[in-house]
């Protein structure tokens, strides 16, 4: 019995998990469009996880209301635990949310104007800065890293 127990239990520790890709936000830098690359640091996540309250619960709103059979699901797909694919862009060395898609209908792709009842008049001509933002973004593909301080983006490095 315990010789049993020790092969069941080695086999599960040679198991390998398999999960679900995550979709990834989007950045367009130098006229091509990157996803965000591995273990990525999200600019709305960053915004959210230090916000007042009112904008987290203003957030979770936005998110259910856009929910069309009128739950409370606040994750849509098993591809996206965040409810939503955000679309960035470096324009004039900013970082800009220019769209988002929420709990992945994936057939419309909203207006930053959505969010406005959280950001209000950061919100200019249909582009919101992640002046919240600092930290960096690999591009998936394309093997480099952008580093953002304030929603500048401050120095590029390429990947080894």
Avoid at 80 to 93: F, S, T
Wanted: net charge positive; aromatic share 10%.
């Amino acid at each position: 019995m315990k010789r049993l127990i020790i092969v069941l239990l080695a086999g599960l520790l040679t198991c390998t998990a398999t999960a679900t890709q995550q979709i990834q936000d989007q950045l367009t830098y130098q006229g091509q469009v990157y996803e965000f690359g591995e273990n990525a640091n999200f600019p709305l996540e960053k915004y959210f996880e230090s916000c007042s309250k009112e904008h987290s619960r203003q957030w979770i709103k936005l998110r259910t209301a856009h929910n069309t059979d009128g739950k409370w699901v606040t994750v849509s797909s098993t591809a996206c635990w965040r409810g939503h694919v955000a679309h960035w862009a470096v324009e004039d060395n900013l970082l800009v949310l220019k769209a988002i898609e929420i709990n992945l209908k994936r057939t419309k792709v909203e207006s930053v104007e959505i969010l406005r009842p959280i950001f209000g008049d950061q919100i200019k001509d249909g582009k919101l800065t992640a002046h919240w933002f600092s930290g960096h973004i690999t591009l998936g593909r394309k093997g480099e890293i952008l580093f953002f301080e304030k929603g500048h983006l401050v120095r590029t490095e390429k990947l080894k």
